[in-house]
């Protein structure tokens, strides 16, 4: 594929440049059908991104829709069929505002006096068409075979507020028609597998704008899972030794002062509520609070390794655009943890903490992860607490005792938190792009900070470290990441309906009803779907609405012999079997966690 570069010379595009020169083409027959069929529109700017491009665009009083697109991408036909040739010519700064001002592009003509003085300004040209542009571009637009608008949105002028509310139009570009394939089919499935969607199917939460943006509710049978999930970590960390605490919601700007986190954090925290001449806020995490905890009584060395751990609401005002059902809201519960620790005991505990990562991983069929080493960037003087020494002395500790450890990990500048680095454990899951899932800080910081001690074996006052760890990281997203790897189909002791009885007709009820009390006595969470609806479309429901992972199927036969008939969604087979039977075999399943 050849390209035409902004000095006028063309020659064969790199492969690895090639999706861009495409995209960025795509921007520009975009905004040429747009000008052919809305001659009043202006034009912001319309760069290629990183899954497609988009052009913010002023349209006037003209509303577009989704529908519009279609329109739209007619037009971007015909003009890939008359193969225009890109031309490309430069212009001084005073001849460029004239043309972009004659032209009406008033974005244009603004957007150059935002360039350095000394900079090029060069135009792309297509047929009518004229776009201010650096490039590189494709040299006839028929070399555009394949392409899709995907959505119309919003996006300020500039990404400014204080601007006008412009008209973004999005798409995708690609080589061939064969990768735009792929890449529908892709969509579909994330669509298939939207948490939001599923969630909403199966009524497990919801959102209401009255409420609040990102604050998610979660309806019974979504607390159901959201609970068995609580009480599956907490029992794992109970085991090891963790003290679960119950903190407030809420904190004093002091302590946040105190923590660091007013100074590096506070764009990303609710306004201060002001109390009693105090003033307050939501908190966004909860490492101050355990600092306190531990700070209420005198330590030694023989209570350490400390592990206090808190299933923690916290709030963070998330940009909404960002929202995301559970897996990114403003209001999530973080399976949150601090370690204090001596400094002989970082590895021991980093060590368990991983261990525990692994554990719950391979207890969910998680395989397809990697471990992420995050340091900070010496070079932001802003993000990050000030302290070299501290920085090299914890980023050194984390990274030795992975290496120990064995555990392979790449390392990524910048992504550190602002008192320390971590190891992040990110996820791929089955649609869309990775993220963290898992976290283990290291912490050197806060508890100096906080003036935290511990009595040594010497009678000497000593600074603890602390291990910040989040196993599930938020139940929330974990929730979000369950729903979307299984389509909502949980295993049987998440489910929030374990089985669901289905008597055959109204002659089975009153029997179907003491199966269904029996299940519930049992502790078996059980449904009764006596409906006046034939069994196939029960069964259906049963099966692809709700999910569940047992029917019990009652008709004459199971009442006069007093036997049930199992249908198992995960096979589609029926079995015969006893109540009792039955019974006993859910309970050791559910026990299991099989």
Request: aromatic share 10%.
């Amino acid at each position: 594929m050849k390209i035409l570069f902004n000095d006028g010379h063309i020659e064969e595009c790199p492969v690895e440049n090639e999706i861009e020169v495409l995209r960025h083409s795509a921007a520009h027959i975009m905004a040429q059908a747009v000008k052919r069929l809305y001659p009043q529109a202006h034009f912001g700017y319309g760069p290629a991104t990183e899954k497609g491009f988009h052009y913010d665009i002023d349209f006037g009083e003209t509303v577009i829709t989704d529908e519009t697109l279609t329109d739209i991408e007619k037009e971007m036909r015909k003009i890939i069929k008359e193969n225009l040739p890109f031309r490309v010519f430069e212009l001084p700064r005073e001849e460029a505002v004239k043309l972009m001002q004659e032209r009406g592009e008033l974005y244009k003509a603004e957007h150059i006096g935002d360039l350095p003085d000394d900079a090029r300004i060069t135009f792309y040209q297509q047929g009518d068409y004229i776009d201010m542009c650096v490039g590189s571009h494709l040299t006839y637009t028929k070399a555009l075979k394949a392409f899709k608008l995907t959505a119309v949105s919003g996006a300020y002028w500039k990404n400014d507020q204080k601007n006008k509310m412009l008209t973004r139009l999005n798409g995708v570009a690609f080589r061939t028609q064969e990768e735009l394939d792929a890449y529908e089919t892709q969509v579909r499935e994330a669509k298939a597998r939207d948490h939001r969607k599923i969630g909403r199917e199966m009524k497990l939460f919801m959102t209401d704008d009255l409420i609040g943006k990102g604050l998610p509710m979660f309806l019974p049978k979504g607390y159901t899972v959201w609970q068995e999930l609580e009480n599956y970590i907490k029992e794992k960390e109970r085991m090891l030794g963790y003290q679960h605490v119950l903190t407030p919601c809420v904190g004093t700007v002091g302590l946040y002062q105190t923590s660091g986190h007013w100074e590096h954090y506070r764009e990303n925290m609710f306004p201060v509520m002001e109390v009693d001449q105090e003033q307050f806020v939501l908190r966004p995490m909860n490492c101050p609070h355990h600092m306190m905890i531990y700070a209420n009584q005198q330590h030694s060395y023989r209570d350490l390794p400390i592990r206090i751990g808190e299933i923690a609401h916290d709030f963070r005002f998330e940009p909404s655009g960002t929202l995301k059902g559970i897996e990114r809201g403003r209001h999530f519960c973080q399976n949150d943890a601090h370690l204090f620790v001596t400094p002989e005991q970082i590895k021991d505990e980093v060590s368990s903490v991983v261990d525990l990562i692994f554990d719950v991983y391979k207890d969910f069929g998680i395989e397809n992860y990697r471990c992420v080493l995050s340091l900070r960037d010496p070079e932001d003087k802003v993000k990050y607490h000030q302290d070299d020494a501290m920085w090299e002395r914890a980023e050194n500790a984390l990274r030795e005792v992975l290496t120990e450890l064995n555990i392979s990990f790449t390392e990524e500048i910048g992504e550190a938190a602002f008192y320390g680095p971590k190891l992040d454990v990110n996820v791929q899951p089955a649609v869309g792009a990775e993220y963290t899932l898992s976290t283990c800080q290291l912490d050197f910081c806060l508890p100096a900070k906080f003036n935290l001690t511990y009595i040594d074996r010497n009678g000497a006052e000593k600074t603890p470290v602390v291990l910040h760890r989040a196993i599930l990281g938020s139940l929330d997203r974990f929730m979000a990441y369950l729903i979307e790897e299984t389509k909502g189909v949980f295993p049987l002791w998440l489910a929030p309906v374990q089985v669901k009885v289905l008597p055959v007709s109204e002659k089975s009820n009153e029997y179907a009803e003491k199966v269904w009390k029996e299940l519930k006595n049992s502790g078996i969470r059980a449904e009764l779907d006596d409906r006046n609806e034939k069994i196939g479309y029960k069964i259906r429901s049963a099966r692809q609405d709700d999910k569940v992972p047992y029917m019990i199927i009652v008709g004459e036969k199971e009442v006069s012999e007093c036997t049930i008939s199992v249908r198992v969604r995960a096979t589609d087979r029926t079995n015969n079997d006893t109540l009792p039977e039955f019974i006993q075999t859910l309970k050791e399943q559910i026990k299991n966690r099989n």
